[in-house]
């Protein structure tokens, strides 16, 4: 699954860099580095809002119970036609690296307090990657700006890494919007049985 990323994310700026090597009148070696950099900064914008997201926003409103996160039936349809079934287990799951939990599989499937942290962890996901589609076009101003005359930094690295970034970041959002729903219905299924409604740990 990561080789679709890898792809996008080491081949994607090389031909940023060769685009602007042929219309740009760049020198390779400052073309690959710029295209490489820009890329790098992207990256780093997603790392400090993913740890934002992580640390700063309380786990209460992570509740996927909250009408904030509810995905009503029409949206679902529209990933369906997406063909979101064919390719959303290609999509990169860094869950269980990060923060110990892999939302790969579904380890506990009868257990409520299991599926309110799987829930939980849909919904910091969700709101780490979106918030990442808008904030790495904070790349266009950040990155190499100083060196390059606004325009060709525009259009041969910023906004081109900008919007692949921005799709990077998509694909995850869609991903959790469409297992959420099934999760929580497996989720109050199960939490009838409990004594208690759960708060997500």
Known sequence: MFRYYLTVILGGPAVLAAIAILAGDMSPAFAFFAAYITMAVAFAIDAVVALAVRYLLPKRWMDARLPFWRV???????????????????????????????????????????????????CYAECMHAISVLAGFGVIPLAFSALLPFYEHLFFFGLPVAVINAILNLLPVLVQRYVRPFL???????????DAPLSPS
């Open 184 to 194: 929580l219905h497996a989720y109050r299924h199960y939490e009838k049985k409990a």
């Open 72 to 122: 009503h039936r029409r949206e679902r349809g529209i990933y369906v036609r997406l063909g979101i079934r064919r390719w959303k287990d290609k999509i990169p799951e860094t869950g269980g690296l990060l923060v110990g939990f892999s939302k790969k599989q579904i380890a506990d499937p009868k257990s409520p307090q299991y599926l309110l942290k799987f829930l939980s962890e849909t």
